[in-house]
């Protein structure tokens, strides 16, 4: 079965370099975004409105609508000169990469798939398992965009069809220094893939070097003269927030640990809404020492099942959380794809990393966490709209202890064996 360190273990392997504590910065404008509805025409306007360069990454970028639409837009900078570059995951759109290259056909707009799998022995590398799996866009270096939103319509599901009600998913919009951090992410993604090797030194040397001194002047000084905006949306005022990323470098659970401590300094709330959750023994006692301690604790998960497996092994984990006083509620109006988290009245996150094996220990990801009340409650707002549409789990099925460690230790077996094909050793 699947175990995960000790506090203390915990505490070693974060001091050795195993992760990284949140860097937060001052000055970011960030927008908080529900749904390609509210996403996507602030990703056209920033792109037609692109003077030099355009940076996207994306696990799935589907030939609908909204993937269409999006890639008008990029020929279209590209075609008045705009340098593009995107980076799709070969899992993620593996189905639809022959289409994807030639709608994205331009001499200035580099096209590049994250670890193909156009070759049958791609499928015996380990490290297939290790999927791009972040959502990010940068333009000009001063405009970002993170979250858990694919390019595809919210209302299409590659497995399910089309849908009447969109999914909820959110992403974030930001200006200012943040933006810089969350270009040389995209770009290190897109050397990784053209590369296909060095790969590591591009990385180092995007983390070693800091912003040129006059970009990030030039760039505040716009943000102190630029008002707020006015239209819906979290009010882009100067806030503190961190760009918060997974890899397999020196960052390989920092997006864990920045949930774990927000969470042990909680005092009043921790809404956590995400679809796909299958957490280690730390962070479940972290969840459980904070509900013991007087914590409200909600978390909000799948109602409507996508991935019956994925589905299976959160509920297998209903009781141990239930019985310390952890609120489960399961959101059932349409599919939830959303990766979102408040703590008490001034901590938020939104990104695109599930609470699972996958995205804390293997695949790269990428979140934004902000220290801002206003934020904080134009998030907590939407977790409350959510949850009063869910059913909360009141009662649970009537099984037998040991149908209970029997459904536990077959996920925690197929866990296990996952993570072994991949290369993980260590105790989750």
């Known amino acids: 079965m699947l175990t995960s360190p000790d506090p203390d273990g915990d505490t070693q392997a974060w001091a050795r370099g195993d992760t990284a504590l949140p860097h937060f910065v001052g000055g970011n404008r960030v927008r908080l975004l529900q749904g390609g509805d509210a996403l996507f025409p602030r990703m056209h306007e920033a792109i037609a409105a692109a003077r030099t360069e355009i940076w996207l990454a994306t696990y799935i970028f589907h030939p609908d609508s909204a993937g269409r639409a999006m890639a008008d837009a990029l020929l279209a900078a590209a075609e008045r000169g705009v340098r593009v570059y995107v980076v799709v995951d070969g899992f993620g759109s593996m189905g639809v990469l022959p289409l994807l290259r030639v709608w994205l056909r331009h001499e200035r707009l580099k096209f590049e798939v994250f670890r193909p799998l156009d070759r049958w022995y791609a499928w015996l590398q380990p490290g297939q398992l290790r999927r791009l799996h972040q959502k990010m866009c940068v333009v000009d270096r001063e405009i970002a965009f993170v979250g858990g939103i694919n390019v595809i319509d919210d209302r299409n599901d590659i497995h399910h069809g089309a849908f009447a009600t969109p999914r909820l998913d959110f992403a974030v919009e930001l200006h200012g220094p943040l933006a810089l951090q969350v270009h040389g992410t995209t770009r290190a993604m897109w050397a990784r893939a053209n590369l296909g090797h060095g790969w590591r030194e591009e990385v180092r040397s995007l983390a070693r070097s800091a912003a040129p001194v006059e970009q990030t ?194 996920v925690a077996w197929l866990a296990t064996v996952y993570l072994r094909l991949a290369g993980i050793t260590g105790r989750y």
């Open 217 to 410: 002047l030039r760039l505040l000084r716009r943000l102190r003269s630029t008002p707020g905006a006015t239209d819906a949306g979290t009010s882009l005022q100067p806030v503190l927030a961190a760009f918060v990323v997974r890899d397999n470098l020196r960052q390989r659970r920092a997006i864990e640990r920045s949930y774990v401590e927000a969470i042990r300094g909680a005092s009043t709330r921790v809404d956590i809404a995400v679809p796909y959750f299958y957490p280690g023994r730390a962070f479940r006692r972290t969840l459980r020492d904070a509900a013991r301690r007087g914590v409200r604790v909600r978390l909000l998960l799948q109602g409507k099942i996508d991935y019956r497996l994925a589905a299976l092994a959160a509920q297998a984990l209903y009781d141990e959380l239930s019985a310390h006083g952890v609120r489960i509620f399961e959101y059932t109006p349409t599919f939830l794809h959303a990766k979102v988290a408040v703590v008490d009245d001034d901590w938020a996150t939104v990104g695109s990393s599930n609470i699972d094996p996958l995205s804390l220990l293997l695949n790269l990801e990428a979140n934004i966490a902000v220290q801002d009340a206003d934020f904080a409650r134009d998030l907590g707002a939407q977790f409350d709209a959510a949850i009063a549409q869910s059913t909360e789990v009141s009662t649970l099925p009537a099984r037998q202890g040991w149908q209970r460690w029997l459904e536990r230790g077959f």
